[in-house]
Nanobody
Framework: QVQLVESGGGLVQAGGSLRLSCAAS????????MGWFRQAPGKEREFVAT????????YYVDRVKGRFTISRDNAKNTVYLQMNSLKPEETAVYYC??????????????????WGQGTQVTVSS
């Protein structure tokens, strides 16, 4: 079983930047992909970014393209999300998740097997 712990959230003003980290631990860790999702108050949890563990192929939801960068350090079992030019509407709890197998969409929540507890990101106007 894999445990995921997010960190790096906090309060920033509009236009600012944050870098989130997600550290994985457990007996085994060999995911097909790692993803970041977010959930704003009163909203559904949504896909933000994903990266394949071996090849490092990254994909983003359209609204964050050009501003967010997902990356990973395989040796440290850690995935990151660099967020630049943050907007107030991106205030949300950000979650790290692991997708074990290549089947199914890398953008769909039900395809991810393990989830962290989330880290709060607040962007002030």
């Amino acid at each position: 079983q894999v445990q995921l712990v997010e960190s790096g959230g906090g309060l920033v003003q509009a236009g600012g930047s944050l870098r989130l980290s997600c550290a994985a631990s457990g007996r085994t860790f060999s995911p097909y992909a790692m993803g970041w999702f977010r959930q704003a108050p009163g909203k559904e949890r949504e896909f933000v970014a994903t990266i394949t563990w071996n090849g490092g192929s990254a994909y983003y939801v359209d609204r964050v393209k050009g501003r967010f960068t997902i990356s990973r350090d395989n040796a440290k079992n850690t995935v990151y999300l660099q967020m630049n030019s943050l907007k107030p509407e991106e205030t949300a709890v950000y979650y790290c998740a692991q997708k074990r197998h290549p089947s199914g969409s890398d953008y769909a929540l039900p395809e991810y097997d393990y989830w962290g507890q989330g880290t709060q990101v607040t962007v002030s106007s």
